[in-house]
Structures are given as C-alpha cells and as structure tokens.
C-alpha cells in the first residue's frame, strides 16, 4: 500500500481514537436549559462606587491636611454633579493646600472658592471608575460563587462597557440562598465602642449632649430573644475609623465555639493582626464592635491581647455561619446590585429537551444517510462514513474542551450534520462533472476534490467567522449555540475533504485502471 495512504489512515485513527478517549474519560457539561438550574441578570449601582470614590478622596484630603497643619471644614458629596466641595476656612494657606492636591488628587480639576473648594472627576476618570466597580463586582461574585461550588457556572459582562452581569448556575434549585450570597456586601469592621449598648438613640447620646461626635457614628444591633426572634434594638456610638476591617482578613471559616455552637473562625494578615494586637492590648476589658455591613453583629469584652486570629459570634446556624465565612473569603462587592430577572428551570424541563433534541438529530442524520446512499449511490457511503466520524469527532472535542451544551448548541449540531455533507455534495457534483466530459476515474476524482476544496474553504471560513462572532459578543444560549457549529466546521473540513479523499484513495489503490464509479 502506499506510504501516502498509511499515514492518512494513522492519522484518522489518531483524531478519531483522541476524540473517543476523550469521550469516555470526560463527559460534556451540560447548560442551564438542560441540566435545571437558576438563571440571574444582575445590575451594578455603579452610583455607590462614585459616591464611595468621593467620599474617599475628601477623606483623604481632609486627613492629609490635617497632618500638614492644615485645618479643613466639612464635606459634601454631589453624585450626579461627579464632586465633593469641602470647607477651607479663612487663613488656611491655600498655596500648601494647592500644592497637596496636585500631589494626591490628580485625577481632580479644582475650582478654588472663597470659604470651600470645589473638586470634580477629569474626563473619562467616571468611566474607569464604573468600569472597574463592574469589573470588580465580577469577580467578587465569580469567587463566591467558585466557593459555593456550583459547576461550570456561567458568570460574565453582558457587553462591553455594560453595568449588567449575567450568571447560570446549572444544577442549583435555592434562588433564596444563591441571591444572599451573591448580593450580601458583607463589608466587616472591628470598631472601638465609645458608648452602648444603649435602648434608644436619645439615651445613647445623653453623655454628648443629644450629638453624635465628629469622629464617631451611631450604629445599631438586632436584640433577640433564646429563639432567635428580633424583639427590639440595642444602640451603640463607634468611632469612625476602624480598627481592623475586612481588607486584613487573610482567610475566614466556620468553626465552634467554647458551648459547640457555629462561629466564624478569622485570621488576619501580618500588618492587620499588628494593628488589632496594639489595639487589644491597650484596651483590655473594653468592648469592641464586630461590625458587619453598618449593623453590629456582636460586641464582645476584650479578654486579652489578640494578635492574628479570632473568632465572630453571632445567633449563626452552621449554614448561615458558612455563608458568612464564604463572604469573607470572596470580598465585599465594591456597589450595591438589583436583580433585573430571574428564572429558575427546572431538571425535568431539561430532560424533556435533551429527550426531544437528540430524537431530533437522530432523525435528522438519518434522513441525510438515506439521501445521500439513494442520490450519490455507493459514493453516498463514503460521505456517510465521513459524517459518522464528523460527529464523534465533534463530541470529542467538546468533550476534551469542556464545551457546554446547550439545547441551542443541540441545534447547531444539527445544523452541522446538514452542512457536513454539503461540502461532499460539491465534491460529488464536480466529479460527476468531470466524469461526463470524458474524464478518466482517478483524474475525475483528483480534479473533483481540487476544485471543490476553494469553494468549501470560502463557505465554511465566512460561516466560521459568523460562528466567532457570536461567540464573542453573544451570551449563554448564542455562545453555546456558536460553540457547536465551530467545532462542527472544523470537523467536517476535516472528514469532508480529507477522510473522503482517503477513502477513494483505499478504492483506487493497487488498481491500474477503474473503468465506472458509482457516484
């Protein structure tokens, strides 16, 4: 046999063996439409990271001024405006003051007034600022979610510069639980406690004169009963700023305490357990508020100097304790989130899709077999032998790739098994072609597959290119959808043209002369 022709067949067995090793070793994930599970498209308020960002900068202002000796009035913050203007009293020296914020707030263009400056966003400085929180909140939720363990979670922008984050998780049936741990900020602080607890507001502030401090802030938590129902609030006055929060958390997880109820085990970063160990230590028998997204959780008595590692109590049951400890771990969104939709779909539903889309290919291939074998005569089972290994093939990669399938990547199986033979058709219809003009068997053949091939490269390039598209700018069922029908193309270029040709080569070889072909 020629050497030609044994190479082409140890490569066929090599793609095709991969494909079906693969197969077997890996089984193809399944999409939400088919496997069941929650589908969510959340919204970014993208407005709370510019406040946050406003806030921040006139802070920091503030602060940096003061350790220059450089004493600054109060803030106020205009979102929809893009400033913060802040309070410059009389006799500040404004060439010092200028000269800090060219150092610290470039990003600011400065309108200097009489008694207050006026500071607002250069150009695109709001754009990258929305950007990032989406981008941020991203991957804030992609980590709570890897950790809550769903597979193949489908987590992504819809568009480009879009505000809107699209997540599937396939296989889960708690929308209640999963929307918690997704949209919970879970931004912690340990704050010191000036004041508290107190039953009211008025009497929380009776020894600062009905005020609440400049560097403190009043904050308030849930009072329950042994059962665990809410039956009022407890008052407290914090200070500002806080001691440790949870940007110094190297890690967090559910534990015991000393009575085996659930709490939250936590562990600090070097710089924030030496922070907290200072802290600690100067203010043993003192309260210190465990503070978790503005309300106070707990408020426990210092006991001893605590330098890396701690633990939070609350009324936690072991699944809230662990949800908790999961938000932690993940981070605190950078902006609040709204839930534009949601639908849940249910396993039998994805049952009944596979059932009635793989009846569908089923019926779709063998209608194709039996035009192919009754128009293209025994020249017709060479393309249905290709088509076979087309479809093993596809599954294969699918499989190797870890592609999802989706019902709409169901359709584009089937879309490919019709346009896997189309290229056979063009090479058929050119042979006949040749072989009516006079054309011997095996120059019929040659010159069949080297004109047809152009015009299979330029269809299945230009559908190949649509496929990529789609990939790239569509979302869930497109993507999946395109995912299919790009792997399908590239496999049946490859069965079309190359197993074909091999095949007729097998028929051709070791014979001198071929007087008909059943084509």
């Known amino acids: 046999m020629d050497r030609k022709i044994i190479w082409r067949i140890l490569l066929i067995v090599v793609v095709v063996g991969t494909a079906v090793f693969a197969l077997v070793q890996k089984r193809i ?7 069941g599970g929650i589908h ?4 970014v308020k993208t407005d709370d990271a510019i406040k946050a960002e406003l806030d921040d900068a006139a802070l920091r202002l ?3 001024a003061g350790g220059k000796n ?5 803030w106020s913050v205009d979102v929809d405006g893009l400033r913060f203007q802040i309070g410059v009293p009389a006799g500040t020296d404004r060439d010092a003051l200028r000269q800090l914020v060219d150092d610290y707030l470039p990003e600011y263009s400065v309108d200097a007034g009489s008694n207050s400056w006026t500071f607002a966003f250069k ?3 709001e754009r990258n600022i929305r950007d990032l929180a989406v981008r941020q909140a991203l991957e804030t939720i992609r980590n709570r979610v890897d950790q809550f363990g769903v597979s193949e979670p489908v987590i992504q922008r819809q568009g480009i510069e879009s505000d809107r984050i699209l997540i599937q998780l396939p296989g889960v049936d708690d929308p209640t639980r999963v929307k918690a741990i997704i949209s919970h900020t879970a931004f912690l602080e340990w704050k010191e406690v000036l004041a508290g607890p107190a039953p009211s507001r008025d009497v929380l502030l009776t020894r600062t004169g009905g005020q609440v401090p400049p560097d403190a802030e009043v904050a308030t938590e849930e009072r329950e009963d042994e059962s665990g129902a809410a039956v009022g609030r407890d008052y407290y006055l914090l200070r500002k700023a806080a001691i440790v929060t949870g940007r110094d958390l190297r890690t967090a997880r559910r534990g015991q305490g000393q009575f085996g109820q659930p709490v939250v085990n936590f562990y600090l970063v070097p710089a924030g357990g030496d922070k907290f160990a200072e802290f600690t230590a100067a203010h043993i028998g003192d309260p210190a508020a465990i503070v978790l997204d503005g309300n ?3 408020a426990p008595v210092i006991r001893s100097r ?12 072991i699944e809230t304790a662990e949800d908790l400890a999961l938000k932690l771990r993940a981070g605190a969104l950078p902006a609040s989130i709204s839930y534009l939709e949601e639908r849940t779909v249910g396993p039998s539903l994805g049952r009944d899709s596979i059932v009635h889309g793989v009846r569908a290919g089923i019926i779709g291939l063998i209608v194709v077999i039996i035009f192919m074998v009754v128009y293209y005569k025994l020249s017709g089972l060479n393309a249905v032998f290709a088509l076979l290994l087309n479809v093993v093939i596809m599954l294969g990669a699918m499989a190797y790739f870890g592609a999802t399938l989706t019902l709409p990547g169901i359709a584009g199986a089937i879309l490919t098994i019709g346009m ?10 050119r042979i006949r072609e040749e072989l009516a003009v006079g054309k011997t068997v095996r120059s019929a053949i040659d010159t069949g597959f080297s004109r047809a091939f152009g015009t299979i490269v330029d269809s299945n390039l230009t559908t190949l290119i649509a496929a990529l598209f789609l990939f790239q700018f569509g979302t869930g069922p497109v993507k999946g959808f395109a995912v299919t029908l790009s792997i399908g193309l590239m496999a049946s270029m490859f069965t079309a043209v190359f197993v074909s040709r091999t095949l007729y080569m097998l028929l051709l070889a070791g014979r001198d002369r071929v007087e008909t072909l059943s084509v």
């Open 40 to 43: 969510l498209v959340l919204q």
């Open 123 to 125: 150009p695109n400085v």
């Open 29 to 35: 994930p399944l999409g939400l439409d088919l496997s």
């Open 62 to 64: 503030k602060t940096m």
């Open 296 to 298: 106070v959780i707990s």
């Open 306 to 317: 605590i330098r890396d590692e701690g633990y939070i109590e609350g009324n936690f049951d």
């Open 70 to 74: 450089l004493a600054l009035g109060e």
């Open 420 to 429: 896997a033979v189309d290229a056979n058709v063009l090479i058929f219809e």
